[in-house]
């Protein structure tokens, strides 16, 4: 990302090029967007909307490629930005995907910290793929964390 773009204006352009029939190129508008979001210089509304965007690619995209650079994507966001469960609560219903897109949303739904990621969480933890089995038990552990009212004093 060069140029003196603010980070919003990164995302527009990314949004207006992911309109393109290439693919490639849609998977680089993504990764700009993943890069911006990195960063944390969006103000926390604008994050969120992203992201809702982002979950929306990631569950209606046909191609492997674009649905896991999104899931990365809100992924890259969960650092630097508190996600409400709202904002990727859709991918809650996402039992389908192929296990490694499976894992990225169990991180995400995990790194929401809120009660109702539960049952979106727990159901994956006798998934038959280990990986799956795995990032649920970690999000199980991590929302557990969130939830730990003796935390709020150590932050």
């Known amino acids: 990302m060069t140029g003196p773009k603010s980070p919003t204006a990164w995302i527009e352009w990314a949004w207006q ?24 210089r969006l103000a926390q509304g604008d994050a969120v909307r992203v992201v809702e965007r ?35 609560a859709p991918l809650a219903a996402a039992d389908g995907m192929e296990p490694l ?9 995990g790194a929401t910290g809120d009660r109702a990621a539960f049952p979106a969480v727990e ?10 089995r795995r990032e649920a038990a970690d999000a199980v552990k991590e929302l557990r964390w969130r939830l730990d009212p003796a935390r709020e004093g150590t932050a």
């Open 101 to 109: 897109l499976l894992e990225y949303v169990l991180g995400v739904l």
């Open 123 to 132: 159901r994956f933890l006798h998934h038959p793929h280990p990986g799956v």
């Open 54 to 88: 982002l979950v929306a690619v990631a569950l209606s995209d046909e191609s492997y490629e674009l649905r896991e650079s999104a899931l990365h994507a809100v992924c890259t966001a969960t650092t630097p930005y508190e996600l409400p469960y709202r904002a990727v």
């Open 17 to 40: 090029e992911l309109d393109a029939p290439d693919a490639g190129r849609r998977d680089s508008c993504l990764e700009v967007v993943s890069d911006v979001l990195e960063t944390g």
